[in-house]
């Protein structure tokens, strides 16, 4: 029996027992104390300390943004989700984004200058956009290289920094095949 | 600029990342402009962002009274977070986000930013966080704290340990996988040397027949011209001896062939026998955390088909490399014996040798990873597939799953394809390389021949080396290929048998006989990354035969508690004490003997059901078995079966009902008699009716025994001798289930909640 789209996406008893979702309208962000993220709920409360996370860091950096804060009890809590960031003003739009620097620290990698195996470790020389050229050390693991998005890969080096290729197909050919001599999967 | 990512900083790398006692002395200006002096600091860390994630140095400054934050290279050079007092400072920590953290204090409520720092100086700042923390409950300070060697860098050379407080690979002097597979044939040393002695006596009967044949041409078929024919009779004698010659020759090479084959396969599958028990044994020693990092699909690759590569490897050491090496240094040798200008030009071939080889470790040999990964992860899926069978049928997924098998099976297919296609193309180039050196010794013996300045069966003789030359060059060629399968065989076999084993038996361990079950935990810190702790600082003490109750939501760690009295892990802080022992003083069998842990999914064996129940007790008798099935309300259902005890169970147990599988691994525990019994959840996935059934058989079990029961359903603990509430890592509450419930507190709430649920479903 096919079931119509919309009760498969829409339904209304899941959307109110769901996420909630912040607007310009409910939600007032601003800088406060400490230079820290303030949010106000419209017929709710004051948040302070608030930061943000992407739900889908991956396909969405400027949508689906969960807005959170540590309570009392020092146990992270969620406040609600900006849909659309674009829908706030620029300025609460700037300090979304400032917040979400804060929160991911990764290095994207445009070249691989040479990898090479000792020890079961895999010593890498890369360009990173945002630190220039440097190396890192990463050990020879299924679980250090990951997935990301459909042609890319998250690394992890041996203290777990993160370091993104976004697309492998997007490295020049030499700088390929050196990576996927050693990172095949 | 080449830069180690584990020292990004903007820093020189001679300056330390930490100063005792001092300022330092790149703030030393600013901090005594804001009135830090000298002899009020503790320390100093050095931190490698600035906020917005730029590489910056950034000092905070730990005083007796105060905090800051300086800031002193980068965009914000000269900003400054603080000076915060101590007494208005509530805590402080290490805030891990995606790929760096925050050293942050609470103040007013609020987690203020003193520093943000890369994931390279974690274990630094969570050192740094816990210092803070002391310092602000007024607890007295380690002097060593801080300072300690860092467990994840080789403190002699740098290098980053392949597990936390592993041995550096480097320092230790890695030995590579040739010559730790050949330490693996050590015990055999006898053995191959006789192979070795043998492969010599082959070679020089390969040599032999050559040798011959030019004799037979030049003295009896057709000798040179000016030399003195033998008389018919003679010339047939001479031919039949030296046809009888080469018959002996080659006769003792086969019988030298089937003695060392024979040798070969004894020699090498004992090996892999051992490799496999080796595997297998430090499978089982790794600590649970290893299987969460690796699939079971993958070691199991490793255990099943990578260990046939060693078996290979004896193979090439007797038949292989080995023998080939030896032919082409001995039939060069008669080449050059026979012709020296003759046998330069067999020697052209090998510049295109080294090419092919060249070529082969650089194009070809990644190739043999991606068909291992292939075949790897098409057994996974495959594994997962038939494991959650009725998930997908449930779901209505079986295209979906379809879709992506076969997605995963182009994948074999591309890899096999890309591998065999460029191996096709490589073998025939590299054989037809070979023909043409043959060709050009043809030309120029056959020159010689016509201007008489060889023999005609001195040619034949060294076209009878060059075949016999150039097949061992080939396979010679060839061997790269085996070479690199076997290395990236041995590679993952080694890898295996190289991790960390995280918890490990102390050499002096004491051993217990008997356990009184008395339990104790000492100030327990434990997280399974260790800058998120799940535990903290947790206390408790369990008297011997007590009943306890561990509640909690989940992810507050009861579990954890559990994890860590099994000893799967050890605490990064505290100690737990069983009978006044630290379980890492105890010896682990003796430890493991007088426990017993009854899960929430109990895992059965595809054995019988009576070897399932016997599984801690191999040697019980059929009446212990039967005895402990009664106890555990087992016995009855496994009655009513047709093959009763003996009924063979499938994967997991399949063919039992939750409830029926959960009473055998009762009747399990039961039969071990341990001291100390753990339920993990043990009623939680089942049915009321098998539920009660359960609980029937837990109440004969947890008699006489130390038990600790964790449990999401409050009424199952209602007579536990004591609960204990657990959230976020600490014990807010404990008390009996009466005591608990004037208290008011969270499990009162619990209960509640429990009851109104309880009132919906009736």
């Known amino acids: 029996m096919s079931v119509p789209e919309t009760t498969l996406f829409d339904d209304q008893r899941l959307v109110g027992m769901g996420v909630r979702l912040l607007t310009p309208e409910n939600a007032n962000i601003f800088e406060g104390t400490f230079s820290l993220l ?3 709920v419209k017929d709710d409360t004051l948040y302070r300390g608030v930061f943000a996370v992407l739900m889908f860091p991956i396909r969405h ?39 979400l620097v804060k929160h991911y620290y990764e290095q994207t990698l445009t070249r691989i200058y040479s990898v090479e195996n000792q020890f079961g470790l895999l010593f890498f020389d890369v360009e990173t ?19 990301f998005g459909t042609n890319g890969k998250t690394l992890l080096d041996a203290f777990d920094n993160r370091y993104i290729i976004p697309d492998i197909a997007e490295l020049p050919t030499a700088d390929r095949n050196a990576f996927t001599s050693y990172i095949y999967w | 600029m080449k830069r180690m990512a584990t020292g990004r900083d903007a820093a020189p790398a001679s300056v330390p990342n930490l100063v005792f006692h001092r300022l330092p002395d790149a703030v030393r200006d600013q901090a005594e402009k804001l009135g830090f002096k000298d002899d009020e600091m503790f320390f100093g860390v050095r931190g490698d962002l600035d906020a917005d994630g730029s590489a910056a140095e950034v000092w905070t400054l730990v005083a007796k009274t105060r905090v800051v934050s300086i800031v002193v290279s980068g965009a914000r050079a000269g900003a400054v977070t603080g000076p915060f007092e101590l007494s208005a400072i509530q805590k402080a920590r290490a805030a891990q986000n995606v790929g760096s953290a925050f050293l942050q204090l609470k103040i007013d409520g609020l987690y203020v930013d003193m520093a943000r720092y890369s994931n ?34 080789c403190v002699k050379c740098g290098l980053p340990l392949p597990g936390r407080g592993a041995e550096c690979p480097r320092c230790l002097g890695g030995h590579g996988i040739f010559a730790r597979t050949l330490g693996l044939m050590r015990p055999y040393w006898v053995s191959i040397l006789l192979l070795l002695t043998l492969m010599v006596a082959g070679v020089c009967l390969d040599l032999l027949p050559p040798l011959l044949q030019r004799t037979m041409v030049d003295k009896v078929l057709n000798p040179p011209a000016g030399t003195q024919l033998l008389p018919q009779h003679e010339a047939l004698r001479a031919l039949l001896l030296i046809l009888l010659g080469i018959v002996g020759a080659s006769g003792g090479r086969c019988l030298l062939n089937i003695f060392i084959g024979r040798m070969t396969s004894i020699i090498g599958t004992r090996i892999t026998k051992e490799l496999r028990e080796k595997l297998q044994a430090k499978l089982i020693s790794l600590a649970v955390d290893y299987y969460n990092r690796h699939s079971v699909g993958s070691l199991m690759s490793r255990v099943l088909y990578d260990v046939d590569y060693f078996q290979g490897f004896v193979t090439q050491v007797a038949q292989g490399f080995l023998l080939n090496v030896m032919l082409v240094l001995g039939i060069g040798g008669m080449l050059f014996y026979m012709n020296w200008k003759l046998a330069l030009l067999v020697l052209l071939p090998v510049p295109f040798v080294i090419i092919g080889t060249t070529f082969f470790w650089r194009h070809i040999y990644p190739r043999y990873y991606k068909v291992w990964d292939s075949q790897s992860k098409t057994a996974q899926l495959l594994s997962g597939l038939l494991a959650g069978i009725r998930l997908v049928k449930a779901f209505g997924q079986e295209d979906r799953e379809q879709k992506r098998f076969s997605g995963a099976a182009a994948y074999l297919q591309d890899s096999r394809r890309s591998l065999e296609t460029s191996m096709a193309t490589f073998n025939p180039i590299m054989g037809f390389v070979f023909g043409l050196g043959g060709l050009i010794i043809w030309y120029a013996g056959g020159s010689q021949v016509l201007q008489a ?20 060059i080939s396979a010679l060629s060839m061997f790269s290929s085996w070479v690199t399968g076997f290395l990236s065989a041995g590679q993952r076999v080694f890898e295996v048998l190289d991790a960390t084993v995280v918890v490990t038996e102390d050499p002096k361990a004491v051993r217990v006989p008997a356990m009184q079950g008395r339990i104790e935990f000492q100030n327990v810190t434990f997280g399974y990354d260790p800058y998120t702790p799940v535990l903290k600082n947790v206390s408790l003490t369990i ?72 599984y801690g007790r191999p040697d019980a008798s059929r009446l212990a078995i039967m005895n402990a099935a009664r106890a555990a309300n087992a016995h009855d259902f496994i009655a009513r079966r047709p093959a009763a005890y003996d009924t063979k169970l499938g994967e997991q147990g399949a063919g039992l009902s939750g409830g ?20 993990d959840e043990a009623t939680s996935s089942v049915d009321t009716e098998s ?14 025994r130390t038990t600790i029961a964790i449990a999401h359903r409050l009424s199952t603990l209602k007579n536990a001798d004591h609960i204990h509430v657990v959230e976020d890592g600490k014990i807010i509450e404990s008390g009996t289930h009466e005591a608990l419930l004037t208290l008011k507190g969270v499990y009162h709430k619990l209960v509640m909640i429990q009851t109104e649920l309880t009132r919906l479903e009736g």
Request: glycine share 8%; net charge neutral.
């Open chain 2, 660 to 679: 029926e599988r959960q009473r055998i691994s009762i009747a399990r525990a039961l039969l071990c008699d341990p001291k100390v019994l753990i339920l």
């Open chain 1, 61 to 99: 950096t400027d949508r689906f943004i969960s807005l959170r804060y540590t309570d009392a009890d020092d146990k992270e809590k969620e406040i609600g989700i900006i849909d659309e960031l674009s829908a706030f003003p620029a300025e609460v739009q700037r300090l979304i984004r400032n917040t």
């Open chain 2, 120 to 153: 390279s100086h974690r274990e630094l700042f969570g050192r740094v966080a816990r210092q803070i923390d002391r310092q602000v409950e007024g607890r007295p300070l380690p002097e060593n704290a801080l300072s300690l060697p860092s467990e994840m860098q």
């Open chain 1, 129 to 147: 956009q945002q630190l220039g050229r440097l190396q890192f050390v990463m050990p020879w693991r299924g679980d250090r290289a990951e997935d």
């Open chain 1, 38 to 40: 303030h949010c106000a």
């Open chain 2, 691 to 704: 539920e009660q059934e359960i609980q029937k058989a837990l109440v004969k079990l947890c008699k006489g």
């Open chain 2, 543 to 614: 008297e011997p035969g007590q009943f306890i109750g561990v509640v909690g939501k989940s992810g507050s760690g009861k579990t954890t508690l559990v994890n860590l009295l099994c000893r799967f892990y050890d605490p990064q802080e505290g100690h737990i004490l069983v009978d006044g022992v630290d379980v890492r003083q105890m010896n682990q069998q003796d430890l493991h003997r007088h426990m017993a842990l009854v899960l929430q999914e109990p895992f059965l064996f595809r054995a019988t059901i009576a070897e399932n129940i016997a």
């Open chain 2, 453 to 472: 300045h060889i023999t005609l069966g001195t040619l034949m003789a060294f076209i009878g080396y060059l075949g016999m030359f150039y097949g061992p």
